[in-house]
């Protein structure tokens, strides 16, 4: 089983940036496409950002384009840098693993424990 732990969430200003970390127990990681996901209070998961398995392809929120990066190194460990941040960009972020190359939620396998992300106005 892939085990996940996310870090570098925080507090920011609006305008600010973040980069948050997800790095996966197993080497395996590397057949897995990753994903970034969030949840803010009362609200539905949503997709945020997914990379496929080489990084030769990253797809992208509209609400995040052109302001968060997807990466990932060639050992077990995913980023999402996060720049020009606003305060509905509040949630709770999570990485999750698939085996497949998607958007959808469902599709993926194995999910971190999540860290918050806060940004005041």
């Known amino acids: 089983q892939v085990q996940l732990v996310e870090s570098g969430g925080g507090l920011v200003q609006a305008g600010g940036s973040l980069r948050l970390s997800c790095t996966a127990s197993?080497?395996?990681?590397?057949?897995?496409?990753m994903g970034w996901f969030r949840q803010a209070p009362g609200k539905e998961r949503e997709f945020v950002a997914v990379?496929?398995?080489?990084?030769?392809?990253t797809t992208y929120a509209n609400s995040v384009k052109g302001r968060f990066t997807i990466s990932r190194d060639n050992e077990n460990t995913v980023y999402l840098q996060m720049n020009s941040l606003k305060p509905e960009d509040t949630a709770v972020y999570y990485c999750?693993?698939?085996?497949?190359?998607?958007?959808?939620?469902?599709?993926?396998?194995?999910w971190g424990q999540g860290t918050q992300v806060t940004v005041s106005s």
């Open positions: 990379i496929s398995r080489s990084s030769s392809t």
């Open positions: 999750a693993v698939a085996r497949l190359y998607s958007q959808d939620g469902n599709r993926y396998d194995y």
């Open positions: 197993e080497r395996t990681f590397k057949q897995y496409a």
